[in-house]
């Protein structure tokens, strides 16, 4: 298990799996900078590990970024190194969810393969279908 320098806006840690990546990210806020970069050592983790299916667990508290913000960072996503992989993204607070959903359908509309959930068991589960 890792976990980033703690003089980042969040604490990130990695967890491998019986068949994937776990990924955990905390902190008090949510922004498009945060979001880019935590997501962007996800991106390292996976190549580097070369694991195909991520679960990420983000626990920011924060407001979430706007619309634009959210269409921007979902874009950038598949430039980042994730294409190929499976990805499970699990936010459970449920402020949050109509924003995930936006970033899912652009991802996926851009050739990512992911999918939102509210808690971990069922992004696990749909992470181990197939």
């Not at 994937?20 to 902190?27: F, K, T």
Request: with cysteine.
């Amino acid at each position: 298990m890792s976990t980033g320098p703690s003089s980042k806006p969040y604490t990130i840690t990695f967890e491998q799996r019986e068949g994937y990546l776990y990924a955990r990210v905390e902190g008090p806020f949510d922004s498009y900078e945060i979001s880019n970069a935590y997501w962007q050592e996800v991106a390292e983790e996976c190549q580097k590990t070369q694991n195909r299916k991520l679960l990420l667990d983000e626990r920011l508290d924060s407001v979430m970024p706007s619309m634009t913000e959210v269409f921007q960072g979902a874009s950038e996503r598949c430039h980042m190194g994730l294409a190929g992989i499976k990805i499970a993204f699990v936010d459970s607070l449920s402020d949050h969810h109509e924003f995930n959903l936006f970033g899912e359908l652009v991802a996926t509309n851009r050739g990512l393969y992911c999918k939102v959930f509210n808690n971990l068991k069922q992004g696990e589960n749909w992470l181990l279908a197939d």
